[in-house]
């Protein structure tokens, strides 16, 4: 099992930076890979990045790639999603979870993934 909790969301402008968080516990995280999934009002759950257990592979969605980065500090068990030059179409609330890839192709596919923290709410005003 792990347990996820994601914090740092907020309401920001146009333009502004947000760091997201994501604290794990539990013995599986290791060696899980984790991503960071949002789904904005009437719209369906969509990747935005994922790192893997090391940290040598990370995987973005075009929609954020240059304004995002995710990283993770496995001492600390914490996932960070670092968002710059953020837009109103980035509103949304963002979630992390936590699974074990059975290829590299399957780090953008939110069913690689049991665990789910409850997410944070982004508001972007233009």
């Known amino acids: 099992q792990v347990q996820l909790v994601e914090s740092g969301g907020g309401l920001v402008q146009a333009g502004d930076s947000l760091r997201l968080s994501c604290a794990a516990s539990?013995?599986?995280?290791?060696?899980?890979?984790v991503g960071w999934f949002r789904q904005a009002p009437g719209r369906e759950r969509e990747f935005v990045a994922a790192v893997s257990w090391t940290g040598a592979n990370t995987w973005y969605d075009d929609s954020v790639k240059g304004r995002v980065t995710i990283s993770r500090d496995n001492a600390k068990t914490m996932v960070y999603l670092q968002m710059n030059s953020l837009k109103p179409e980035d509103t949304a609330v963002y979630y992390c979870?936590?699974?074990?890839?059975?290829?590299?192709?399957?780090?953008?596919?939110?069913?690689?993934?049991?665990?789910w923290g409850q997410g944070t709410e982004v508001t972007v005003s233009s």
């Open positions: 539990g013995r599986s995280f290791s060696p899980a890979a």
């Open positions: 979870a936590a699974g074990l890839l059975l290829s590299p192709k399957a780090a953008v596919s939110a069913g690689s993934y049991p665990y």
